[in-house]
């Protein structure tokens, strides 16, 4: 098991920056890639970034320039860096692991933060 604990979250003006951390446990020896993911009200959770454990990053198009994700193997931690805000980007923002076992990839979530940008 893999527990996952996000902090960093909160509301932030337009243009604003806010950066965003996630804590792994448990089992995190298992853990291939990490990422972020969010959902906005009435909408589906969408990919935002994710990093894997050698450092490949992939992001959505929508923050591409604007959002960076990063991974300290050491502390078991992954962060996003967001700047230029917008308030498109308002949403619940959930960590997410990745452990491959066998042929089936179990995903992992944190509680999720909220990331409130205002106009």
Do not use: H
Request: hydrophobic letters at 35%; charged letters at 15%; a positive charge.
């Amino acid at each position: 098991q893999v527990q996952l604990v996000e902090s960093g979250g909160g509301l932030v003006q337009a243009g604003g920056s806010l950066r965003l951390s996630c804590a792994a446990s448990g089992s995190i020896f298992s853990i291939n890639v990490m990422g972020w993911y969010r959902q906005a009200p009435g909408k589906q959770r969408e990919l935002v970034a994710d990093i894997t454990s050698g450092g490949t990053t992939n992001y959505a198009d929508s923050v591409k320039g604007r959002f960076t994700i990063s991974r300290d193997n050491a502390k078991n931690t992954v962060y996003l860096q967001m700047n230029s805000l917008k308030p498109e980007d308002t949403a619940v923002y959930y960590c997410n692991a990745k452990s491959p076992i066998l042929t089936i990839i179990v995903d992992y979530w944190g509680q999720g933060t909220q990331v409130t940008v205002s106009s």
